[in-house]
């Protein structure tokens, strides 16, 4: 796995949109102050793959979102295996604070893809073919891609901080799992499996087989055989005698059919001849009928009379008045006389309604001249009042005056002093003036209330007018109409003429109903009487028809003529021919029966001849003749399928032999590849090689970080270091001190970077990210590390990043990614 891009948008610190363009970074750093952010950076990556982070707790999200952010998105580009894919994860905050992943997705990109369509302001989704769309999907879909499951990844690609030494310090059970994953070794443990299963299944198959062939000998010994055959022999032989014996029971039996069919029709007919006798009723039917025919006639009469006295009846109605013009012409009357009396109150109202607005107009004037009276008094109280504000003020100077000195108003020397004037006048005119505009105001309303007032008799009186003019109209059009109607009570006379006449109709209608009805009665039992007799008739006709066949053996004398005129004649008649006929079939029958006798004699004698040759071949004889042939038929068959299966279970007998001798050559097969590639046995020998790769390129880093101090050597899947410094003592890698616990640890993940890319199959070791101080580091060692790291670097063939405080080492990588942080939000800048 080879990040080529990351996007970041309110990723923990990184709360606006960030990119960091990765794609010709074979070696680069990530530097800035304790902090900033530059963790944060490899957490995306492997929160983006993996939804989960070293140091956070567990797979929790909540750690992606800025404290008060709402939404938080990671997008990286990277190849695996030659493609390049992109995957993105979204966290959101919902509205009770919780976080949770609503979004993810793994896309793998065109190989025309550019990645400069991501630079615009528009958001781009589809990127290609969609490998994955939901959290669940993901998380299988990378572990595919990338090869690695998350605990692995961060042992072999990304390695954190605090987790440096993990894959030093593993257990060997899980540095094992490891390595299988990376080696691609877990392909022969399934391969060991499916052995073991085909082993399993063909010893199953083998104790089924052995089974199967003790049945099939059990159904197909030599003495089932051959009993078999003697079978098929005897229902052949069967078969072949029926067949020649079929001819002439087939004639015996269609001789034995004709006499019996022919006696049963004597016996039929003779049947049908004993039930010929007259009904009890038939001579009543007739007499019925007569009667009910004459009723109709009387009631036809009835109706007749009754038609023709409705008829005189609605010519005398028609020769009436209409009472509908009778009764409009009544309530033009009514209306006329009622309207008049209306007429006469207004007259009286609009008279009342004259005086009373002669009246307001009087009022309105005498209140108009008063209130203009009032009006003048204000004028003049206005006017003294301020001629008793002039006296007042000349009252309150003269006490200032002085003889010599000038006047405050003239301004002229005073001669002598004027009489001194007492001050009050002022107040007298105002009370006064307030009083007089009261009494204005109040006469202003009354003038008021008095043309309104004479305003609504005014129009109270045009009103009554109107309603006087109109009314006066209405009655004279209606006069106009009602001029020339008769009299009321002739009115009333004529309405009663006519009520008497639709009564006479009426009670006319009525009695032509009766006469309806009494015929549709007369009718209706005409119609039953004939029905009853059709009936009768056609019961006549079907015993005379069931009796008039001539049966075999002679001829019968036909049925005597029938008279359709009466009944009891014709049934009379019937039965004396029948009981002559029956006399001559008796004599018919004897000799119709003695022939059935002899033909059902000769053909049991032959039936009894089959039926013993069928009892010898053990098969059951049909009761019907016809089914002689089917039932031989099927016996032979039947028992050359049963020989025939004894025959197919000898042929699969031999088959299930050949087939037992391939199983037991499978199955030793399946046995040997599971023995030998048990897990103790060629995995342990494969891992064993690829852990001598692994430690013997460590111990040559590790060689040079240590300055030819320390050999990297495993016994039993455990690690240990070989100190030259100490007679070459061999002692466990846990015995280091921080400073050699780093020097190991980095000699370890380069090895597995530079010793196992090429070994493994499933993972893709493209890139190898570091995130761990290098501060522990002398000048000397640290020099030693940085060289290491170019070494590996320039190869080309992986991507080397590392997290770095230290500035010697920093300096000494091409690319740089400087991170800052500000109040708002930490920011990534290019260095080389």
């Not at 207004?346 to 009032?374: F, I």
């Not at 009426?506 to 009487?529: I, N, P």
Request: net charge negative; charged share 30%; hydrophobic share 45%.
């Amino acid at each position: 796995m080879r990040p080529l891009r990351l996007d970041l948008r309110g990723f923990a610190i990184f709360r606006e949109h960030t990119v960091i363009d990765l794609t010709d970074a074979d070696f680069f750093a990530l530097v800035g102050p304790t902090g900033s952010g530059k963790s944060t950076i490899l957490d995306a990556i492997c929160f983006s793959l993996y939804g989960q982070v070293p140091r956070w707790s567990g797979k929790t999200v909540v750690n992606a979102l800025a404290p008060s952010g709402i939404e938080a998105a990671v997008r990286m580009i990277f190849e695996s295996g030659g493609r390049r894919y992109a995957v993105t994860r979204v966290v959101r905050r919902d509205g009770k604070g919780r976080v949770a992943t609503k979004q993810a997705g793994l896309q793998l990109l065109p190989p025309t893809f550019n990645v400069a369509v991501l630079d615009g302001d528009e958001p781009v989704e589809e990127l290609g073919q969609t490998l994955a769309g939901t959290p669940v999907e993901l998380d299988a879909a990378v572990a595919d891609v990338v090869g690695l499951p998350y605990d692995q990844f961060i042992k072999c690609v990304l390695l954190p901080q605090g987790e440096f030494a993990a894959f030093l310090h593993a257990k060997p059970a899980e540095r094992q799992e490891i390595l299988v994953k990376l080696l691609g070794l877990e392909v022969y443990e399934q391969i060991r499996e499916k052995a073991a299963e085909r082993d399993k299944a063909a010893a199953h198959q083998l104790s089924a087989t052995e089974r199967l062939l003790a049945d099939l000998a059990a159904e197909s010994d030599d003495g089932l055989l051959a009993a078999a055959q003697e079978r098929v022999d005897a229902v052949e032989a069967l078969a072949a005698r029926v067949v020649a014996e079929a001819p002439g029971l087939s004639a015996l039996d269609a001789q034995r059919r004709a006499a019996v069919e022919a006696l049963a029709v004597v016996d039929g007919r003779l049947t049908a001849l004993g039930r010929i006798a007259a009904p009890a009723d038939a001579g009543a039917l007739a007499t019925a009928g007569q009667q009910a025919k004459a009723r109709l006639a009387g009631v036809a009469d009835e109706l007749t009379a009754a038609e023709e006295h409705e008829e005189k009846a609605r010519a005398r109605l028609d020769a009436t008045v209409d009472p509908a013009d009778v009764k409009r012409t009544l309530d033009g009357l009514a209306r006329l006389a009622a309207l008049r009396a209306r007429q006469g109150d207004g007259a009286t109202a609009l008279t009342q309604a004259d005086k009373a607005h002669t009246a307001s107009m009087r009022t309105v004037e005498q209140a108009t001249k008063l209130a203009k009276g009032k009006a003048d008094e204000v004028v003049h109280a206005q006017h003294a009042l301020e001629e008793a504000r002039n006296t007042d003020r000349v009252a309150v100077l003269r006490p200032l005056l002085q003889v010599g000195h000038a006047c405050p108003v003239c301004e002229q020397s005073v001669a002598t002093l004027p009489a001194q004037r007492e001050v009050g006048a002022t107040v007298a005119a105002q009370d006064r003036l307030k009083r007089v505009r009261a009494e204005a105001e109040k006469a202003d309303r009354d003038r008021q209330t008095a043309d309104d007032a004479a305003r609504e008799t005014d129009r109270r009186l045009a009103s009554i007018r109107a309603r006087k003019e109109q009314l006066d109209q209405e009655i004279a059009q209606l006069a106009e109409v009602l001029a020339g109607a008769p009299e009321e009570a002739e009115l009333h006379a004529q309405l009663a003429a006519h009520a008497q006449a639709k009564q006479a109709l009426d009670r006319a209608g009525a009695a032509r109903r009766r006469a309806m009805e009494q015929q549709r009665a007369a009718l209706a039992e005409v119609q039953r009487v004939d029905d009853r007799l059709r009936a009768a008739w056609r019961i006549f006709d079907t015993a005379r028809d069931s009796v008039a066949s001539v049966v075999p053996g002679g001829p019968v004398v036909a049925p005597p003529p029938v008279d359709r005129e009466d009944l009891q004649a014709a049934w009379a008649g019937l039965a004396e021919w029948a009981k002559q006929a029956g006399q001559q079939l008796t004599a018919l029958r004897t000799e119709a029966d003695q022939a059935a006798r002899e033909a059902t004699a000769s053909e049991e004698t032959v039936l009894d001849r089959i039926r013993d040759w069928f009892d010898e071949a053990e098969v059951a004889m049909p009761r019907e003749i016809a089914g002689l042939d089917r039932a031989v038929t099927v016996a032979v068959e039947r028992a050359a399928a049963a020989r025939d299966k004894i025959l197919d279970a000898r042929k699969r007998a031999d088959d299930l032999r050949k087939q037992r001798k391939q199983i037991e050559t499978e199955r030793a097969v399946a046995a040997t590849l599971a023995q030998h590639l048990k897990a103790n046995n060629f995995e342990a020998w494969l891992l064993e090689e690829a852990l001598d790769a692994l430690v013997a390129g460590a111990s040559e880093i590790l060689r040079e970080l240590s300055a030819g101090q320390y050999d990297l050597m495993h016994r039993n899947r455990e690690f240990f270091v070989v100190d030259h410094h100490d007679a070459g003592l061999t002692r466990p890698v846990r015995t280091l001190s921080g400073g050699e616990t780093f020097q190991a640890s980095l000699a370890l993940a380069l090895s597995l970077a530079d010793q196992l890319a090429g070994m493994a199959h499933a993972a893709s070791l493209d890139s190898i990210l570091l995130d761990e101080g290098f501060g522990t580091l002398d000048s000397s060692t640290l020099d030693v590390v940085a060289a290491t790291l170019e070494n590996l670097a320039a190869r080309g063939d992986r991507m080397v990043g590392v997290v770095t405080h230290v500035a010697a080492l920093a300096e000494r990588i091409p690319v740089r990614f400087e991170v800052r942080k500000d109040a708002r939000t930490a920011r990534v800048d290019r260095i080389g």
